[in-house]
């Protein structure tokens, strides 16, 4: 997943405790079958794997050049590790901290989630990044667990429980081929039910392709694969953003925080958007994996894009090395023409290159598949997005966006 918090950070690594081990079987999703990545996720043991975690926790403080330091704990499933380990991941954290302030977030299905959960997670502060898609029927069309049932019931409950506990959580959504076709029932959801103030989504785009690993999805660089039927099209993927658009921009700015909303705004006041995909370059938020691996990207979790294991490389090294320099730099690089003359590139930038399996008009490779339905969003917000930078440039906030139109 791409990260999921309101700033950008200069330097971040996502961490992976238990690998890409869920108790659910999405049928969406792109990490599950990293398990069959040779060499295999192989689950480190007893000290072994503690030395890993120590040494990634004193490399990662070490390496950031700011008073804060973001953890996020990431799946996978990261609950399947024991409270232990994360009490744990506590007390080194504090033994390395020297005076940093340390924040931690974790991103989960919600299911394993108990009392004594919440207690640890109100208690240290943590932030909850909670997957759901909606609505009972949106989310149980593909959020199933291992026997097929639909899971909507139980992370509700889940969530209802954070709310018990005081514990603070976002909504973590993915657009796909089902929920896309009710964008309001969608949104009203997270906003009316759930009351839900910070709402990311993201599209769920896939192809297929047999590998002899017995990876079925597709690489980028895979040509002629056919899409997974539960991908969002472009063209639902802009009216889908533009509908859930309409209803916030006059009843909910600066109540309600949609990741997307606050990313173009972002781009058009020119300033970096708190998530790389909308970001000019790649390359701030790597992942470590259970076993040392650090890749380049979450979405890039291949050999190909390994940038070494922890146990014999230091994070700054493998971060601000050479290949990792390339891959930042070529999501700009590559950028077809087609996009450099785009007038919605400060906001675009191309989106992630994870999904540029496309050719342009004129046949130049590099085009976004979400193009179309980016140019529906961007010309149908443009206007809003024009008053707002107004309003802040004028020193007003934006929500008198809500009034003006
Ligand atoms: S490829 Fe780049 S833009 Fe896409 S998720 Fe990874 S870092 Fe972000
Ligand atoms: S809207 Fe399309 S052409 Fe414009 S920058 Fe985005 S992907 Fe490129």
């Not at 009203?188 to 910070?198: A, P, T, V």
């Amino acid at each position: 997943m791409s990260t999921a918090y309101p700033f950008a950070r200069p330097l971040y690594v996502m961490a992976k405790p238990a690998g890409a081990r869920c108790n659910l079987r999405c049928e969406y999703c792109y990490y599950l079958e990293k398990q069959s990545l040779d060499p295999p996720q192989s689950s480190l043991k007893g000290r072994e794997s503690e030395r890993v975690w120590e040494r990634y926790i004193r490399d990662y403080i070490e390496l950031q050049q700011t008073p804060d330091v973001l953890f996020t704990w990431h799946g996978g499933e990261p609950m399947l590790r024991s409270l232990d380990f994360y009490r744990q991941v506590i007390r080194l954290q504090q033994y390395y901290g020297r005076g940093k302030r340390i924040s931690n977030s974790i991103q989960t299905n919600g299911l394993l989630l108990t009392p004594e959960w919440c207690r640890f997670l109100h208690d240290e502060g943590w932030l909850v990044g909670i997957s759901i898609d909606g609505t009972r029927e949106q989310h149980d069309a593909y959020r199933r667990d291992a026997q097929g049932r639909g899971t909507w019931e139980r992370v509700v409950q889940a969530i209802r429980m954070l709310d018990e506990y005081g514990v603070e959580w976002n909504a973590m959504a993915t657009a796909n081929h089902v929920n896309a076709q009710d964008p309001l029932g969608f949104y009203r959801f997270f906003r009316d039910e759930l009351h839900c103030r910070y709402l990311q989504v993201t599209p769920v785009v896939e192809r297929f392709k047999e590998h002899s690993d017995g990876r079925r999805l597709a690489h980028l660089f895979d040509e002629d694969c056919p899409l997974a039927s539960f991908s969002i099209r472009p063209e639902e993927w802009g009216r889908f953003m533009c509908s859930i658009f309409d209803e916030w921009v006059r009843h909910d700015v600066g109540e309600v925080f949609v990741q997307l909303f606050d990313a173009t705004l972002a781009g058009w006041m020119g300033v970096a958007p708190g998530v790389c995909v909308y970001a000019e370059e790649c390359g701030h938020a790597a992942v470590m994996e259970q076993n040392g691996d650090v890749y380049s990207c979450d979405h890039f979790v291949f050999p190909e894009y390994r940038l070494g294991n922890i146990r014999t490389h230091g994070l700054p090294e493998m971060l601000y090395g050479a290949k990792q320099n390339r891959f930042s730099r070529l999501k700009k690089e590559a950028l077809p023409r087609q996009c450099r003359q785009c007038e919605w590139l400060k906001a675009c930038h191309g989106e992630c290159p994870r999904l540029r399996f496309l050719h342009t008009a004129d046949g130049e490779p590099g085009l976004n598949y979400l193009c179309a339905g980016y140019r529906i969003f961007f010309q149908h917000v443009a206007p809003f997005m024009d008053y707002m930078r107004g309003e802040l440039l004028a020193g007003r906030p934006a929500s008198g966006v809500m009034r003006a139109f």
